[in-house]
């Protein structure tokens, strides 16, 4: 037997086999040229592995974080290797067959103890299975539902002309209010006071530090019942979910319910619950271009990609929170920065050189942004964000642009 892992669990479970008197013929490991030997045992790398064409011997896959027992069997697969011991996708997910759940009884049984069970272990081949899973509803009324959706794809709707029809992750004011109040003292809520002025001079309102006071009192008010509630009765935020409509740019415009959205975002939410006409909802989720980037995924079960749309909110594989976190890093530079406040934009272009780059190419193009296409973009990963919209330009050596290299 070779066991694949030369940290701590394959240390544990190496020391238990051999107590049992089983032999290990070695380690694999892709650390393999910095550890070399582990328990007194050679390790090897996958290489080093295939100069032995020892194909024939048992690998069990000793690595503590079993989401990659799968890729880690599936690349053992392709070298030849076939009596793997592992804990199969199914296996994580409770649903097996009965030969996986021989399987699953042995690993159990070697893993830190090293009992090798007396039967015969079944070889399954590790093949994915496509388990999609639909986006749920929250709550169903006689004309509405309410659905959960990513942060990225949450508009605001018609408001103060320069923050109408902008993403929701770029009020940087609004937001930073909210954190100021949960107590970040760091985050500056100056802009967020002259915007309220902006709005109170148009209507002829008198601006005196007693109105100032009174603004902040009234919104540290709104924020101490909405974390009351966020605290001790969250279905709150599903019962009285912002009302919301669909946009053909690929996003929703908030009717209601702007302040509400900020506090969640300032609370760390990635998504939030929003309202929309049952007949939409309808429309929405039987949208071909859908049905053609789950046949795609369907297609390819081991691809993961980050797809900040609802339609996909409900499958681990698909999803973004770490890309959405850079994300509101860019909107907060940018807003410093003063490259974008609402629809104030410095540029109407951005370059963007990242490894996430279709995901933020997807994000500029739907906010109005030419992108320049000099991104290395996978090609299942353009394929999938130019049907949910992302657009391209070619590079123009004299354009202006934003450059989000550094910052992504």
Not at 12 to 18: D, E, M, P, Y
Not at 171 to 176: E, G, K, N, S, T
Not at 198 to 223: C, H, K, P
Request: aromatic content about 12%; overall charge negative.
């Amino acid at each position: 037997m070779y066991i694949y892992g030369a940290s701590y669990i394959g240390t544990v479970t190496g020391k238990a086999l051999l107590a049992k008197g089983f032999k290990i013929k070695g380690y694999i490991d892709k650390r393999a040229d910095e550890i070399k030997s582990c328990i007194g045992i050679p390790v090897y790398s996958l290489e080093e592995m295939a100069a032995k064409q020892d194909i024939d011997s048992v690998i069990f896959v000793a690595v503590k974080n079993v989401y990659y027992h799968t890729e880690i069997a599936s690349e053992l697969m392709k070298r030849g290797y076939t009596k793997i011991i592992y804990k199969t996708i199914h296996a994580i997910n409770g649903v097996m067959s009965d030969d996986e759940k021989l399987l699953d009884h042995a690993y159990e049984c070697i893993y830190k103890v090293g009992d090798v069970p007396s039967y015969e272990i079944p070889i399954i081949s590790p093949k994915q299975m496509f388990s999609w899973k639909d986006i749920s509803i929250l709550e169903e009324a006689e004309s509405t539902v309410t659905i959960n959706v990513p942060l990225e794809q949450i508009y605001t709707g018609v408001t103060a002309p320069q923050w109408s029809d902008v993403p929701v992750l770029s009020l940087i004011p609004y937001i930073r209010l909210f954190q100021y109040f949960d107590g970040d003292t760091t985050k500056c809520i100056d802009d967020y006071i002259e915007l309220c002025e902006e709005g109170a001079r148009s209507e002829n309102v008198q601006i005196t530090e007693g109105w100032r006071q009174y603004v902040l009192d009234n919104r540290m008010n709104i924020f101490e019942q909405m974390r009351w509630k966020y605290d001790h009765y969250p279905i709150f935020f599903v019962q009285q979910a912002p009302k919301a409509r669909w946009n053909k740019k690929g996003y929703f415009n908030l009717c209601t319910g702007k302040h509400r959205v900020c506090f969640l975002i300032a609370m760390g939410k990635t998504s939030i619950p929003i309202k929309i006409e049952k007949q939409e909802w309808i429309e929405l989720i039987a949208d071909s271009t859908l049905q053609e980037i789950k046949v795609l995924l369907q297609d390819n079960p081991m691809y993961k990609v980050p797809l900040p749309h609802f339609y996909f909110q409900g499958n681990i594989q698909y999803y973004n929170r770490q890309y959405q976190k850079i994300l509101r890093t860019i909107y907060e530079d940018l807003y410093d920065s003063r490259q974008l406040r609402g629809q104030e934009r410095s540029h109407d272009c951005v370059k963007i050189e990242s490894p996430y780059a279709g995901y933020f190419a997807l994000i500029f193009s739907q906010m109005g942004f030419n992108v320049i296409d000099s991104l290395e973009i996978p090609d299942i990963d353009r394929s999938i964000y130019e049907k949910l919209g992302m657009k391209n330009i070619s590079s123009v050596a004299d354009r202006d642009y934003m450059y989000l290299g550094e910052t992504v």
